[in-house]
């Protein structure tokens, strides 16, 4: 597997931009992103007519959901339907999912999901153009007994995205040709001279406290505790195939440090830590009191981010 070195970040720069210019940065940084989106879109909708099945992966906190959204409406911009379901629907019920050696449940790997679903599927989608995708209901643990009825023709592409769509697991048996391959991931580390405040990780693992708590109403030392299962999975079952990709899109925002201080404050302000996740809290709070606040005023309403916010 190939490294890819990361983008590197001056806090001191973006500050600087944050204090004189806060539209200017706000409007680069989402362009930035924006531009990725369109340019792998062309290329898609180029390939169309060979391809049935787009599936879209990342780690945790890399902007999955919305990045799909967006791709489907730049898409139809070219005349191009498309449809974006979760690979989350074809997992297992929760009294079904594997364990991990220590007798902890295992809700990051491959085995959760219910590959016979999946193949069935697939293979109903390209031989006949529909197919009933499962429902699972989070609220319960289980799948739905409803199904969501996907009916697609020769310039459809359905976008199905989640953490193992690029395991080969997923398309094992399956023609290659019918799918195309995209990972999403923020790219870029934050630095004070040479000293390094926030990696990518760190970011997405903001992202996730912060989304996890305002959307799906888990505590913060709930998100820390699955933290490091989930980093262990991202290391098995997704970075390992990244470069199989035929795209690769940087969800990174640049001004994003200098929003999630006072969403991060405002959290632990509600919250109790465990002593075993003290010093992690800490060393995030304090990389983030190098950033200059950028206020919620400044945040565009169609931004990436909003997936993590919860406003």
Avoid at 13 to 27: K, S, Y
Avoid at 142 to 158: G, P
Avoid at 176 to 187: A, E, G, R, T, V
Wanted: net charge negative; charged share 25%; glycine share 4%.
């Amino acid at each position: 597997m190939q490294t890819r070195k990361n983008d590197r970040v001056s806090a001191a720069w973006l500050n600087g931009m944050v204090l004189t210019a806060p539209h200017r940065i706000v409007t680069v940084s989402e362009r930035i992103y924006r531009n990725q989106i369109r340019a792998t879109a062309d290329e898609i909708a180029r390939r169309s007519a060979q391809c049935s099945i787009l599936l879209v992966s990342g780690p945790s906190g890399s902007s999955k959901t919305t990045t799909a959204g967006k791709l489907s409406a730049e898409l139809a911009k070219h005349g191009v339907r498309s449809v974006v379901v979760s690979l989350d629907n074809f997992f297992v019920n929760r009294d079904q999912l594997p364990k991990l050696p220590n007798g902890d449940t295992d809700f990051e790997s491959v085995k959760t999901l219910d590959m016979a679903a999946l193949d069935r599927c697939f293979d109903e989608l390209v031989g006949t153009g529909a197919s009933d995708f499962p429902i699972f209901d989070f609220t319960v643990g289980r799948r739905s007994a409803e199904v969501q009825r996907l009916e697609v023709d020769e310039e459809t592409i359905v976008i199905l995205e989640g953490i193992h769509a690029l395991c080969p697991e997923v398309v094992e048996g399956h023609d290659p040709s019918h799918f195309l391959k995209l990972y999403i991931s923020p790219n870029s580390d934050y630095y004070q001279d040479d000293l390094l405040l926030l990696n990518a990780q760190d970011i997405r693992l903001i992202r996730r406290m912060v989304r996890d708590y305002f959307y799906r109403g888990n505590t913060v030392d709930s998100t820390l505790s699955m933290w490091v299962n989930v980093v262990a999975s991202e290391r098995e079952n997704i970075l390992p195939y990244r470069d199989s990709a035929d795209f690769q899109i940087d969800s990174a925002i640049l001004y994003e440090p200098n929003v999630y201080g006072s969403y991060l404050e405002q959290i632990l302000a509600k919250s109790e830590i465990s002593e075993k996740y003290q010093a992690e809290i800490s060393r995030l709070r304090k990389a983030l009191e190098y950033f200059v606040p950028l206020g919620s005023p400044y945040i565009p309403e169609d931004t990436v981010l909003h997936e993590f916010l919860g406003v």
